[in-house]
């Protein structure tokens, strides 16, 4: 079948024709997203977890769906939801993160059946939309069907994932039957590898917020230019075979070709071959999608990038100069060079697997772009003047810790953006993802490491760890600790064994409670802010960078024992979460505890029908807030207070008492004031007021 695999050009056509092809673009990705699952011999087997870091397959069926529902409930083009728990449980873990949730006792997954309804259901809101949605032509990230091609990229990027995550399961639980075309080109010979001259020039990578061509993730956009001297790079990606010699040189059992976390991941797993191979009686054979061949030694390997580099530092033995990984600059020259994007390649789907290195040659190059993506030497940063999409904040940012890698180029089942120059995909190192390497010759500078604070050292997370962890400022105290302390007395008579600090931020607070609660969970929308109080239990100490004047900044060195939290850090857990729509398991709370939180939600009057019942008979639910409403962070439609209605003010407080009186007591509203530091000689004073309500029996 051929699929129509190139991005959606925003600046072209009128907005009738835009919204057909949106529509035909939107069917086609989602019905192939199910179609990977007919692989599936048994609907039941979609529970099965290929990968025991990773969710079971349901989860993953679902989550494209939700993803929908979520970001166009947060971007307020629709307030009613398909099904409140299926957004919940299928909303976040997508990648290994250390704070997701993998324990499979919290979930109690829907069937299939019932997964394909809400599925359905998904489907024609989203068509309704494309229907009707108001926009216009360009689109650009400001517009509402920005956000429908979000979710549609966002699922082109789950067909290759789950396609990963199918070739990971055992494949018993797989029909052998060929629903998508194979290439058969396979052979016992390999083209033998040899460096090829890259001629020097500049890389330019530009694109605009509010006119690009196609739609981009938010590490796109912006300028970055660099210039690039002459190099050489191998002709082909690395094949099976050239692998291969690496293996049967004992290329595994040499500890001194891999990295310090190379190693770690090879004690780990004792691995002595890429993954997708398999030894049986001295042969080789190479597992597919949903079929096992013999080892074709002409087609690329797929490896992770520890296995890359240590290739990189082998090969440079034998050829006695130093060969490795390109630059992500370097392969974006080789790309201009070659001129890639035009040229024919093993992408789109055409086959459902790779095809041999020397099939689809480009210039004096073969595969610079698609059959697998290729690994870089580089970590994943920010260009200048990156900033995050308001609906999808956390895209990128949870990648900048130098754990992540670079891949460039596409692979054979890449659609849409991920097929485009421009794209920037970065992935744990140990991951797999359809993804080979070649290497290249060359002494161009290149990025090897980002920083150790990666997130600390942005503007805003900078801020909030001043704010949290700083000094006290025009003798106003710390307003995380000082919040709680406020709270103590309140808290005589209550009891003490779980609490929930529900938008934690960077985490101070939650540290802070588990002086006094057993158990506190923190959680936040942004995996950023909690990234903060994931690092300060792990590590010894954490360094930001907060701005004095200008481009000039301080930088401070914080850790929990500098507080007297270093005792009581293992009570506290950190997870991403939204709190208009929270999984149902965090629930019979003693306190919850929400600061300046609800001035920030999409949809804070959700957050006030749900919060209250998970909070136990007797316990507390504390808000605090300056009430500081702006359409930035809330629709108006959607504030609490601090407006006008039938010629009568409306305040916040007065709606929290309207909502929580008939349950809740009302004990106390305190002053507790703040501020943030924005710079050595600008501050930001402000006064927010503590709520604490007592919840009836």
Same mark, same amino acid.
């Given at each position: ?10 600046n072209?056509?009128?907005?009738e ?8 673009y ?22 099965e977890?290929?990968?025991k ?10 989550h494209?769906a ?34 997701d ?33 108001e ?19 966002h ?42 001259k ?7 990578l ?16 912006? &300028?970055? +230019?660099? =210039? ?8 082909? !990606?690395? @094949?099976?075979g /050239? #692998?291969l ?65 240590? &290739?990189? +530092?082998? =090969? ?8 490795? !990984?390109? @630059?992500?600059? /370097? #392969? ?24 041999p ?60 953006? /991920? ?23 060359s ?33 106003v ?45 923190g959680i ?24 004095t ?22 009570r ?7 709190a ?39 316990g ?5 807030s ?43 509203t ?11 000689r ?16």
């Open positions: 079948m051929n699929y129509n695999w190139k991005a959606i050009n925003l072209t056509g009128t907005v024709e835009k919204r057909e092809e949106i529509k035909n939107f069917l086609q990705m989602y019905e192939l997203d199910e179609k990977l699952f007919d692989l599936l011999k048994e609907k039941d087997y979609i529970y977890q290929p990968n870091l990773r969710h079971p397959l349901i989860f993953y069926y679902g494209t939700t993803f929908f529902m979520n970001k166009l409930n947060m971007s307020n083009i629709t307030t009613k939801r398909v099904n409140k728990t299926y957004e919940s449980i299928f909303a976040i873990g997508v990648d290994e993160m250390s704070w949730d993998l324990n499979s006792e919290n979930y109690t997954w829907p069937t299939f059946e019932e997964t394909k309804a809400y599925r359905d259901e998904v489907k024609n809101l989203v068509l309704k939309l494309i229907d009707t949605i926009f216009t032509i360009p689109i650009n990230w400001n517009s509402p069907m920005w956000v429908i091609l979000m979710g549609i990229e699922e082109n990027i789950h067909i290759e994932t789950s396609s990963v995550l199918l070739r990971e399961l055992d494949i018993k639980f797989l029909i052998d039957e060929e629903i998508f075309e194979y290439n058969n080109e396979r052979s016992e010979n390999y083209p033998q590898n040899e460096l090829v890259v001629e020097a020039g500049e890389v330019i530009e694109k605009d917020h509010n006119k690009p061509e196609f739609y981009g993730w938010d590490n796109e956009f912006s &300028f970055h +230019k660099a =210039k690039i001297k002459e190099f050489e790079a191998s002709k082909y !990606l690395v @094949s099976n /050239e #692998f010699e690496f293996v049967k040189e004992g290329g595994y059992n040499k500890l001194h070709y891999f990295s310090k976390d190379g190693l770690k991941w090879l004690d780990f797993t004792q691995t002595k071959m890429p993954t997708f191979w398999i030894k049986e009686d001295d042969k080789y054979y190479l597992r597919e999608i949903n079929r096992v061949v013999p080892l074709p030694l002409n087609y690329p390997v797929d490896i992770n990038v520890y296995e890359a580099e240590a &290739f990189c +530092k082998y =090969k440079s033995e034998k050829l006695g100069f130093e060969v490795r !990984l390109p @630059s992500e600059d /370097e #392969f974006y020259r080789l790309n201009d060079y070659v001129k890639a994007q035009d040229c024919n390649a093993n992408i789109g789907l055409k086959y459902f697997n790779q095809t290195v020397d099939k689809y040659k480009m210039g004096d190059f073969y595969d610079v772009i698609g059959n697998v993506w290729q690994w870089s030497i580089t970590p994943t940063y920010p260009f200048d003047g990156f900033q995050t999409h308001p609906v999808y904040d956390d895209f990128t940012t949870p990648t900048f810790d130098d754990r992540h890698a670079l891949i460039k180029g596409g692979s054979f089942i890449s659609l849409g953006n /991920e097929t485009l120059r421009s794209a920037r995909y970065a992935f744990r190192k140990h991951f797999f993802q359809h993804a080979g390497f070649r290497y290249v010759k002494d161009n500078e290149y990025r090897t490491k980002l920083n150790d604070n990666v997130y600390e050292t942005d503007e805003q997370i900078s801020q909030y760890c001043e704010f949290h962890y700083g000094e006290e400022n025009f003798c105290k710390n307003f995380p600790k000082t919040s709680v302390e406020v709270l103590k007395p309140y808290l005589e008579g209550i009891k003490k064994e779980k609490a929930l600090d529900l938008g934690c931020s960077v985490g101070r607070s939650s540290f802070e409670l588990a002086k006094v609660f057993d158990e506190v969970l936040d929308f942004s995996a950023n802010f909690i990234s903060v109080g994931i690092k300060l239990k792990k590590y010894d100490s954490l360094t930001y960078k907060v701005a004047e200008g481009e000039l900044y301080e930088e401070k060195t914080v850790a929990l024992k500098d507080f007297g939290l270093e005792e009581i850090k293992e506290v857990t950190f997870m991403q979460g939204d208009c729509n929270l999984k149902d398991m965090y629930s019979g709370y003693d306190l919850i505890f929400c600061s300046n939180l609800i001035d920030r939600l999409y949809y804070p009057q959700k957050f006030l029908d749900d919060v209250p019942n998970r909070v136990n008979d007797d507390l639910l504390v808000i605090l300056p009430y500081t409403w702006l359409e930035a962070y809330t629709p108006k439609q959607n504030w609490l207070g601090g407006y006008v209605k039938d010629n009568k003010e409306v305040k916040t407080l007065d709606t929290l008492k309207s909502n929580l009186e008939d349950r809740f007591e009302l004990l106390d305190i002053d507790v004031p703040f501020v943030i530091k924005e710079t050595a600008k501050h930001q004073y402000t006064i927010s007021q503590m709520s604490i309500w007592k919840k009836s029996k």
